[in-house]
């Protein structure tokens, strides 16, 4: 038989069964949402004006649903822009080479892989190839 606890409502004392408790708290727990990982392929040339906010080492940019970012070695790395928990953009965080999302903190690798929760699923790696002044992205 399942234990039962009384709470105060309305200054009446209310039987509650502790399986009943645990059961709200469960449901309670923030989960990860479905969220749209999209495929991807385009170039673009980082000396475009419109991408300068990617020519500093550290830099980094939302595109087509991905977010690139220039490494602080000078690499072009980049992953689907919205956490797995709930949806928010992720930030390029240069001094840790990791992705941050502000909103519930969870953080994710340089390859997208979920290193701090809430969240417990990946990011979306994309490919990256720069030929020239032309980047590649794709995945
Ligand atoms: S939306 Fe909750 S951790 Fe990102």
């Known amino acids: 038989m399942p234990a039962l606890c009384l709470y105060i409502l309305h200054g009446k004392l209310i039987p509650f069964s502790v399986t009943c408790i645990a059961l709200v708290l469960v449901l309670s727990l923030p989960s990860c949402t479905k969220i749209n990982q999209p495929n991807v392929d385009f170039t673009f040339n980082i000396t475009d004006p419109a991408y300068v906010v990617l020519s500093p080492k550290g830099g980094y940019m939302y595109i087509n649903g991905a977010i690139v970012a220039q ?56 490919n990256t190839s720069l030929s020239g002044n032309v980047l590649h992205v794709w995945g």
Do not use: W
Request: aromatic residues 10%.
């Open 71 to 126: 490494t602080n070695s000078g690499t072009y790395i980049a992953v689907s822009e919205l956490c797995t928990h709930d949806g928010t953009r992720v930030i390029y965080e240069a001094n840790k080479n990791d992705f941050y999302c502000q909103k519930d903190m969870s953080t994710f690798t340089s390859n997208g892989a979920c290193s701090g929760g809430p969240s417990n699923r990946n990011l979306k790696s994309y």
